[in-house]
């Protein structure tokens, strides 16, 4: 059993770490997606920026957070602890937030987000970790679903108070960027004080971050999910597409609800079937399910369309968000799971670099469907190539995760 972690039988009491962690992300969620829903109206709405430059700030936010990943997933495993980071993190990401309303103009704004995903990049790799050195290794995918329930739990709580504030006063943006304070604060104070190390506290003398000793279903899977990424572009495109259809943008964080409701509803139950099927096979489902609520994003004329979207879209992010990280634990084994958590999420980066960017010029230059009709095509793509290298991925599995570093 690793440190941090209770025993506990298939169905036993999910462990204290796990619930913890579960907590600290549902108040930092409740925090980021109180202020998340409505930013790219605010940009657009408030300080008139173009899609083009929203596209920008959402690639230049996620591959900054998926850029520092690598170095803080190899940090905390040549350090041997996980906590550090995982408060830093969390610190950076929810101080910066409420600092939003006081800006004037988008390249302000940048700069906040900037922030805010640094501390989302420093967190990310080590609490994964510490998530899997919590569990099981029977229960990994039921420990990262438990874990994304309920940070997708908080992502239902925040739009709601945003609606709330915004139904109140339309235009009382600033407002919502204020009280996100709240609930962060809370969230740095649990992971503070709730939260138990795990690692082996002695330095591994891990050497840098590298890919040399990624086994070769890891690098595949790795390869398949940058398709992936390049295609799943920032949700500011999907919540400027429900504008673009005639939603009013005070109800837009409504929508929002209902797909977290759907995702926080279906994590645990799909991370536990993912234990007894098989994780490739539920990420082959998400995938396909992503490229076809993106094509009915592309091909939707309606304002009524995007309630029905949002409600579907939560049904292939339970089965992907927290289950791709349980699948690269599984591949990498424990003595560097940190550091080859941060390498993934490095390719992850990569692609989500250029992802937001290009979707936003394909809006303002060739039509408002045109960023979605590609992501469609590109996640059905990785979807396929799931199927295509599946049988190879089964029979080098075992084999994988008895060599990988």
Same mark, same amino acid.
């Given at each position: 059993?690793?440190?941090?972690?209770?025993?506990?039988?298939?169905?036993?009491?999910?462990?204290?770490?796990?619930?913890?962690?579960?907590?600290?992300?549902?108040?930092?969620?409740?925090?980021?997606?109180?202020?998340?829903?409505?930013?790219?109206?605010?940009?657009?709405?408030?300080?008139?920026?173009?899609?083009?430059?929203?596209?920008?700030?959402?690639?230049?936010?996620?591959?900054?957070?998926?850029?520092?990943?690598?170095?803080?997933?190899?940090?905390?495993?040549?350090?041997? *602890?996980?906590?550090?980071?995982?408060?830093?993190?969390?610190?950076?990401?929810?101080?910066?937030?409420?600092?939003?309303?006081?800006?004037?103009?988008?390249?302000?704004?940048?700069?906040?987000?900037?922030?805010?995903?640094?501390?989302?990049?420093?967190?990310?790799?080590?609490?994964?970790?510490?998530?899997?050195?919590?569990?099981?290794?029977?229960? *990994?995918?039921?420990?990262?679903?438990?874990?994304?329930?309920?940070?997708?739990?908080?992502?239902?709580?925040?739009?709601?108070?945003?609606?709330?504030?915004?139904?109140?006063?339309?235009?009382?943006?600033?407002?919502?960027?204020?009280?996100?304070?709240?609930?962060?604060?809370?969230?740095?104070?649990?992971?503070?004080?709730?939260?138990?190390?795990?690692?082996? *506290?002695?330095?591994?003398?891990?050497?840098?971050?590298?890919?040399?000793?990624?086994?070769?279903?890891?690098?595949?899977?790795?390869?398949?999910?940058?398709?992936?990424?390049?295609?799943?572009?920032?949700?500011?495109?999907?919540?400027?597409?429900?504008?673009?259809?005639?939603?009013?943008?005070?109800?837009?964080?409504?929508?929002?609800?209902?797909?977290?409701?759907?995702?926080?509803?279906?994590?645990?139950?799909?991370?536990? *079937?993912?234990?007894?099927?098989?994780?490739?096979?539920?990420?082959?489902?998400?995938?396909?399910?992503?490229?076809?609520?993106?094509?009915?994003?592309?091909?939707?004329?309606?304002?009524?369309?995007?309630?029905?979207?949002?409600?579907?879209?939560?049904?292939?992010?339970?089965?992907?968000?927290?289950?791709?990280?349980?699948?690269?634990?599984?591949?990498?084994?424990?003595?560097?799971?940190?550091?080859?958590?941060?390498?993934?999420?490095?390719?992850?980066?990569?692609?989500?670099?250029?992802?937001?960017?290009?979707?936003?010029?394909?809006?303002?230059?060739?039509?408002?469907?045109?960023?979605?009709?590609?992501?469609?095509?590109?996640?059905?793509?990785?979807?396929?190539?799931?199927?295509?290298?599946?049988?190879?991925?089964?029979?080098?599995?075992?084999?994988?995760?008895?060599?990988?570093?």
């Amino acid at each position: 059993m690793t440190p941090g972690s209770e025993p506990s039988g298939p169905r036993g009491r999910v462990p204290r770490n796990i619930r913890m962690m579960g907590l600290v992300s549902l108040l930092t969620d409740a925090s980021s997606e109180m202020v998340y829903p409505v930013l790219p109206l605010f940009l657009a709405n408030v300080l008139g920026a173009p899609v083009a430059a929203i596209g920008l700030i959402e690639s230049l936010a996620e591959a900054t957070a998926a850029f520092m990943k690598v170095g803080s997933g190899w940090l905390s495993d040549r350090v041997g *602890r996980r906590k550090p980071l995982i408060a830093l993190g969390y610190s950076l990401s929810n101080l910066a937030k409420p600092f939003l309303a006081l800006s004037a103009t988008w390249p302000a704004v940048l700069a906040l987000r900037l922030s805010d995903r640094l501390g989302k990049g420093v967190r990310t790799a080590p609490r994964d970790a510490l998530i899997a050195e919590s569990a099981e290794p029977g229960e *990994r995918g039921r420990a990262f679903g438990v874990h994304r329930a309920l940070d997708t739990l908080g992502a239902a709580i925040g739009p709601f108070v945003a609606w709330a504030v915004l139904t109140l006063s339309p235009d009382a943006y600033r407002t919502v960027f204020l009280i996100s304070a709240i609930p962060g604060t809370l969230a740095i104070l649990v992971v503070l004080f709730a939260v138990r190390d795990t690692g082996s *506290r002695k330095p591994s003398g891990a050497a840098a971050p590298s890919f040399k000793g990624f086994s070769r279903p890891l690098v595949v899977f790795t390869a398949i999910s940058g398709v992936f990424a390049l295609a799943n572009s920032s949700d500011a495109m999907l919540i400027l597409r429900a504008q673009d259809l005639g939603v009013t943008p005070a109800v837009i964080p409504l929508m929002y609800v209902v797909f977290n409701i759907v995702g926080a509803l279906l994590s645990g139950p799909l991370g536990a *079937r993912s234990d007894r099927v098989g994780r490739r096979r539920l990420l082959i489902f998400g995938f396909a399910g992503y490229a076809l609520v993106y094509l009915g994003f592309a091909l939707a004329q309606s304002a009524a369309s995007p309630w029905l979207l949002f409600a579907l879209y939560g049904i292939p992010y339970a089965a992907t968000e927290g289950m791709t990280r349980a699948y690269v634990c599984d591949l990498a084994g424990p003595e560097r799971r940190g550091t080859v958590l941060g390498a993934y999420t490095f390719v992850l980066g990569l692609a989500a670099l250029p992802s937001s960017a290009l979707a936003g010029v394909l809006w303002d230059t060739v039509s408002h469907s045109a960023p979605f009709l590609l992501s469609a095509v590109l996640m059905g793509g990785a979807a396929t190539a799931l199927v295509v290298a599946g049988r190879w991925l089964d029979a080098h599995r075992e084999e994988a995760c008895s060599l990988s570093l």
